[in-house]
């Protein structure tokens, strides 16, 4: 059984920086970050293959880095340059032989 548990939310001013992790226990192939935003549907911010092949929502590009450690099991969403718009609950998913894992969630709030 896969289990995540994500850390690193918080408040920050705009422009500041925030690094979520998450850390896995299991066996997983992909991983994502995803955002349910006050309001809105959750939505895919980034995604990492097993192969360390990266992709990004266009309204992060350039401002969020995904990366994942294996020794340590754990994904990171480094979040540069937040906007209040980046204001949201952060979830860590991960995906093995078809199936979804979810993480409960971090908030991360941003001030403007």
């Known amino acids: ?3 995540l548990v994500e850390s690193g ?5 705009a422009g500041g920086s925030l ?3 998450c850390a896995v226990s299991g066996m997983i192939d992909a991983m ?10 959750r939505v895919p911010v980034a995604t ?6 990266t992709n990004y929502a266009q309204f992060v590009k350039g401002r969020f ?14 979040m540069d340059n ?3 718009e980046d204001t949201a609950v952060y ?4 995906f093995y032989r078809a199936v979804d894992y979810w993480g409960q969630g971090t908030q991360v709030t941003v001030s403007s």
């Open 82 to 84: 937040l906007r209040p």
């Open 9 to 13: 939310g918080g408040l920050v001013q």
């Open 65 to 78: 880095t995904i990366s994942r450690d294996e020794a340590k099991n754990t994904g990171y969403l480094q």
């Open 32 to 41: 994502a970050w995803y955002r349910r935003a006050p309001g809105k549907q």
């Open 48 to 53: 990492i293959t097993s192969s360390g092949v």
């Open 91 to 94: 979830y860590c998913a991960a």
């Open 1 to 3: 059984q896969v289990q």
């Open 19 to 21: 690094r979520l992790s």
